[in-house]
Protein backbone atom coordinates (compact mmCIF):
# COMPACT_ATOMS: atom_id res chain seq x y z
CA UNK A 1 0.00 0.00 0.00
CA UNK A 2 2.59 2.41 0.83
CA UNK A 3 4.65 1.28 -2.37
CA UNK A 4 1.19 2.04 -4.14
CA UNK A 5 0.92 5.58 -2.67
CA UNK A 6 4.63 6.54 -3.55
CA UNK A 7 4.09 5.35 -7.19
CA UNK A 8 0.60 7.11 -8.00
CA UNK A 9 1.02 10.32 -5.35
CA UNK A 10 -2.82 9.82 -5.60
CA UNK A 11 -4.39 11.78 -2.48
CA UNK A 12 -6.97 8.47 -2.18
CA UNK A 13 -3.94 6.24 -2.18
CA UNK A 14 -1.61 8.37 0.29
CA UNK A 15 -5.13 8.93 2.95
CA UNK A 16 -5.31 4.90 2.14
CA UNK A 17 -1.71 3.85 3.23
CA UNK A 18 -1.12 6.61 6.17
CA UNK A 19 -4.84 5.38 7.82
CA UNK A 20 -3.55 1.55 7.40
CA UNK A 21 -0.29 2.38 9.21
CA UNK A 22 -2.29 4.72 11.97
CA UNK A 23 -4.13 1.83 12.56
CA UNK A 24 -1.11 -0.96 12.71
CA UNK A 25 1.64 0.65 14.25
CA UNK A 26 0.36 0.81 17.67
CA UNK A 27 0.80 -3.50 17.11
CA UNK A 28 4.08 -3.22 15.93
CA UNK A 29 5.16 -0.93 18.80
CA UNK A 30 3.63 -3.41 21.63
CA UNK A 31 5.85 -6.41 19.76
CA UNK A 32 8.53 -5.13 17.25
CA UNK A 33 10.17 -8.63 16.35
CA UNK A 34 7.20 -10.05 15.16
CA UNK A 35 5.42 -7.15 13.04
CA UNK A 36 8.74 -5.96 11.36
CA UNK A 37 7.32 -6.15 8.04
CA UNK A 38 5.04 -3.11 9.83
CA UNK A 39 7.84 -1.07 10.95
CA UNK A 40 9.55 -1.54 7.78
CA UNK A 41 6.18 0.07 5.99
CA UNK A 42 6.06 2.56 8.50
CA UNK A 43 10.28 3.79 7.88
CA UNK A 44 9.45 3.50 3.91
CA UNK A 45 6.33 5.93 4.30
CA UNK A 46 8.01 8.21 6.59
CA UNK A 47 11.63 8.58 4.63
CA UNK A 48 11.51 6.39 1.90
CA UNK A 49 12.21 7.83 -1.57
CA UNK A 50 10.37 7.55 -5.15
CA UNK A 51 12.21 7.60 -8.44
CA UNK A 52 10.57 8.08 -11.13
CA UNK A 53 12.28 8.16 -14.76
CA UNK A 54 11.30 9.53 -17.56
CA UNK A 55 12.13 10.00 -21.49
CA UNK A 56 13.49 8.60 -24.18
CA UNK A 57 16.90 6.31 -24.33
CA UNK A 58 16.58 6.01 -20.22
CA UNK A 59 17.51 2.37 -19.56
CA UNK A 60 20.98 3.59 -17.49
CA UNK A 61 19.29 5.70 -15.51
CA UNK A 62 16.32 3.28 -14.67
CA UNK A 63 19.22 0.34 -13.91
CA UNK A 64 20.91 3.18 -11.89
CA UNK A 65 17.55 3.45 -9.90
CA UNK A 66 17.13 -0.65 -8.99
CA UNK A 67 20.28 -0.04 -7.80
CA UNK A 68 19.03 1.62 -4.83
CA UNK A 69 18.70 -0.63 -1.89
CA UNK A 70 15.01 -1.86 -2.04
CA UNK A 71 14.04 -1.07 1.53
CA UNK A 72 14.59 3.02 0.95
CA UNK A 73 12.79 3.25 -2.44
CA UNK A 74 10.38 2.74 -5.09
CA UNK A 75 10.95 2.99 -8.97
CA UNK A 76 8.50 3.95 -11.57
CA UNK A 77 9.38 3.95 -15.46
CA UNK A 78 7.37 6.72 -16.86
CA UNK A 79 6.30 5.78 -20.31
CA UNK A 80 6.01 8.17 -23.45
CA UNK A 81 2.06 7.83 -23.25
CA UNK A 82 1.64 8.12 -19.62
CA UNK A 83 0.84 11.38 -17.44
CA UNK A 84 1.55 11.93 -13.77
CA UNK A 85 -1.50 12.70 -11.36
CA UNK A 86 -2.28 16.67 -11.12
CA UNK A 87 -1.54 15.84 -7.17
CA UNK A 88 1.93 14.09 -7.90
CA UNK A 89 4.90 16.66 -6.42
CA UNK A 90 6.64 16.11 -9.82
CA UNK A 91 4.48 16.09 -12.39
CA UNK A 92 5.36 19.64 -14.29
CA UNK A 93 9.14 18.55 -14.09
CA UNK A 94 8.60 15.47 -15.49
CA UNK A 95 6.93 16.87 -18.53
CA UNK A 96 9.73 19.30 -19.08
CA UNK A 97 12.70 19.09 -20.90
CA UNK A 98 14.07 16.46 -23.65
CA UNK A 99 16.17 13.68 -23.07
CA UNK A 100 16.28 10.61 -20.20
CA UNK A 101 15.50 11.62 -16.71
CA UNK A 102 15.22 10.99 -13.40
CA UNK A 103 13.59 12.69 -10.53
CA UNK A 104 13.79 11.93 -6.33
CA UNK A 105 10.80 12.36 -4.93
CA UNK A 106 10.83 12.39 -0.65
CA UNK A 107 6.98 12.99 0.40
CA UNK A 108 6.23 15.95 -0.91
CA UNK A 109 9.26 17.58 -2.49
CA UNK A 110 10.94 16.19 -5.21
CA UNK A 111 14.94 16.66 -6.62
CA UNK A 112 15.59 18.74 -9.78
CA UNK A 113 15.75 16.45 -12.77
CA UNK A 114 19.27 14.62 -13.07
CA UNK A 115 20.41 12.98 -16.63
CA UNK A 116 22.88 10.35 -15.87
CA UNK A 117 23.41 7.57 -12.99
CA UNK A 118 26.32 9.71 -11.30
CA UNK A 119 23.94 12.22 -10.82
CA UNK A 120 21.13 9.76 -9.65
CA UNK A 121 23.46 8.10 -7.06
CA UNK A 122 24.54 11.63 -5.60
CA UNK A 123 20.92 12.97 -5.54
CA UNK A 124 19.41 9.77 -3.82
CA UNK A 125 21.96 10.11 -1.14
CA UNK A 126 21.39 13.26 -0.27
CA UNK A 127 17.85 12.89 0.62
CA UNK A 128 18.40 9.56 2.04
CA UNK A 129 21.10 11.64 4.48
CA UNK A 130 19.91 12.98 7.77
CA UNK A 131 18.67 16.46 8.47
CA UNK A 132 22.05 17.98 10.48
CA UNK A 133 24.24 16.58 7.00
CA UNK A 134 22.16 18.77 4.84
CA UNK A 135 22.57 21.74 6.57
CA UNK A 136 19.13 21.72 8.38
CA UNK A 137 19.07 22.62 11.67
CA UNK A 138 16.05 22.50 14.59
CA UNK A 139 12.65 22.72 14.15
CA UNK A 140 9.91 25.61 14.90
Request: charged content about 25%.
Amino acid sequence: MVRLAQITETPDDLERASGVLDRIVGMAGSAPLGHASILNALDLHLRGLCILVTGPDADALFDAALKVPYPDRTVRRLRADEVLDEHHPARALAASGPGARALVCAGMRCSLPVADADGLRATVAEMLAPERSRGVTGRA
